[in-house]
């Protein structure tokens, strides 16, 4: 029996268009131009597009909150986790985050939309950092990784189509280090203590999670940080970060500690790395250190490589678990995205593109 194919269906089949549902499955995960990672029929992710009415926000660093007051204004509903609203609030005070477009999901709690299911899943990057998942009737699923290091972070398998961040998308991103990083923290940071005061450079997340590896080993110093950097971590202590000791760095025992050289930690955000702390011991901690642990930058400076993303075998690893049909990776955050894509396709046999080109 002859059958006609429509020419239509012919060139979608050729292309490995594959129909489900509203959208084809290539297009149920996209990158935009303007850094939205598009999920099924519904969800924009981390940036706002004008046809999407769901806004998820991934985590609270900034770039990932591209064009988020304008989803709110624009009433889409935006859904993101209850410490992802509380620190977005603290850094950003001016977003009206209280009027009613934000939903708040626990991990592992569903919106419905239509015919899709949003599940928020925890990633491991800083506090109240999600995954996407989102399913429809047809059991398509589609998933975006947000940020994430691997080791803590459950993967989404059996994706139809995954989107994963690609900071560390090249191979010369790897972090091979012998070393326990956290421990080598620790005793840098009791070493020079015994000198006065350690300063730490670092971003928000990140500042706090130093914090919280200090406290676990027990250092028992006060901590002095600026106003912002305090409001951050108040906030990771609601939400069970045990850190203790806070202090301003404008009240007067944060300003004497300080003033004195004292042994305390101070905690600063990177941006202000060239402004304070000039003359004391100082430590900068950043993801982007690959030949050693730690690197001395500067007279009294070392930079330590604590990072909260996966390096590139990290990346690979999760890709490798996760086993989805296709993958984009994001390539509108970093530049390193057409590299992971290129890395995916040839190691692990899956096809995989960069988007935004
Ligand atoms: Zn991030």
């Avoid at 979608?12 to 999920?39: D, F, H, I």
């Avoid at 972090?175 to 923290?185: H, N, P, S, T």
């Avoid at 940071?189 to 990140?206: D, M």
């Avoid at 070392?302 to 390096?311: F, G, M, P, Q």
Wanted: hydrophobic share 40%; aromatic share 6%; net charge neutral.
């Amino acid at each position: 029996m002859n059958v006609k194919i429509p020419r239509s269906l012919l060139i979608g089949l050729r292309r490995g268009q594959l129909k489900l549902g509203g959208n084809c499955l290539s297009e149920k995960a996209v990158v935009t131009q303007r850094g939205a990672v598009l999920l099924g029929d519904s969800v924009a992710c981390d940036a706002f597009d004008a046809d999407r009415p769901l806004r998820v926000v991934t985590h609270a660093h900034a770039d990932h909150l591209v064009g988020l007051r304008r989803s709110l204004r624009s009433g889409k509903r935006v859904l993101m986790t209850a410490a992802t609203r509380d620190l977005i609030g603290v850094v950003n005070g001016s977003l009206p985050l209280d009027d009613g477009s934000v939903e708040l999901l626990d991990y592992g709690e569903t919106v419905e939309y239509g015919d899709e299911r949003v599940t928020l899943v925890k990633a491991d990057h800083i506090l109240g950092a999600a995954q996407v998942l989102v399913e429809d009737s047809e059991g398509s699923r589609v998933a975006y990784t947000g940020d994430f290091r691997v080791d803590g972070t459950e993967p989404l398998v059996d994706c139809d189509a995954l989107v994963v961040e690609a900071t560390y998308g090249s191979p010369s991103f790897k972090r091979a280090f012998k070393v326990d990083v956290r421990e080598l923290l620790v005793s840098m940071v009791e070493k020079r203590l015994s000198a006065g005061t350690v300063y730490v450079f670092g971003y928000y997340g990140k500042l706090q999670e130093v914090m919280q590896i200090l406290r676990r080993a027990d250092v028992c110093v006060p901590f002095v940080m600026p106003e912002r950097v305090f409001n951050v971590s108040q906030v990771c202590e609601a939400h069970g970060m045990q850190l203790g000791g806070l202090t301003l760095s404008t009240e007067k025992e944060g300003r004497e500690l300080l003033d004195g050289d004292l042994p305390c930690v101070a905690f600063y955000h990177m941006n202000t790395r060239k402004k304070v702390g000039l003359d004391s011991s100082r430590i900068c901690v950043s993801g982007w250190e690959f030949r050693s642990p730690c690197r001395q930058i500067g007279e009294r400076e070392h930079l330590v490589a604590l990072s909260d993303h996966s390096d590139f075998c990290g990346l690979l690893e999760y890709v490798k678990r996760c086993n989805p049909k296709r993958v984009v990776t994001d390539n509108y955050r970093v530049s390193h995205g057409a590299t992971l894509a290129r890395e995916i396709s040839r190691r692990l046999g899956i096809p995989a593109v960069a988007m935004p080109r």
